[in-house]
């Protein structure tokens, strides 16, 4: 059984950093792409990073790109997100997915991520 364990949400000010991180089990780690989404209330989920299983090839929303740093490390089973410079609109819960199907060395579209972890809230004061 897949499991996805995010941690290290919280209320920050705007212009500072949080590090989520997300422990997984039940899966060969090293296997699989991971991502990191977010959903604000009354908002769609969006797809805010994903990493391949290597680590090579990285994808970052637009309005996170530069501020935002997707990593894993496979000898841990965990991917990490470390937010910097977070704005007001950054705050969400931020989840932790995991597709179901191995896939290559690349990262692969949102609707491929079918594991997910509970969630960790981010609230980002102006």
């Known amino acids: 059984q897949v499991q996805l364990v995010e941690s290290g949400g919280g209320l920050v000010q705007a212009g500072g950093s949080l590090r989520l991180s997300c422990a997984a089990s039940?899966?060969?780690?090293?296997?699989?792409?991971m991502g990191w989404f977010r959903q604000a209330p009354g908002k769609e989920r969006e797809f805010v990073a994903g990493?391949?299983?290597?680590?090579?090839?990285?994808y970052y929303l637009d309005s996170v790109k530069g501020r935002f740093t997707i990593s894993r490390d496979n000898a841990k089973n965990a991917v990490y997100l470390q937010m910097n410079s977070l704005k007001p609109t950054d705050t969400a819960v931020y989840y932790c997915?995991?597709?179901?199907?191995?896939?290559?060395?690349?990262?692969?579209?949102?609707?491929?991520?079918?594991?997910w972890g509970q969630g960790t809230q981010v609230t980002v004061s102006s």
């Open positions: 997915a995991a597709p179901s199907r191995r896939l290559s060395d690349y990262v692969p579209p949102a609707y491929e991520f079918d594991y």
């Open positions: 990493i391949s299983r290597s680590g090579g090839r990285i």
């Open positions: 039940g899966l060969t780690f090293s296997n699989y792409a």
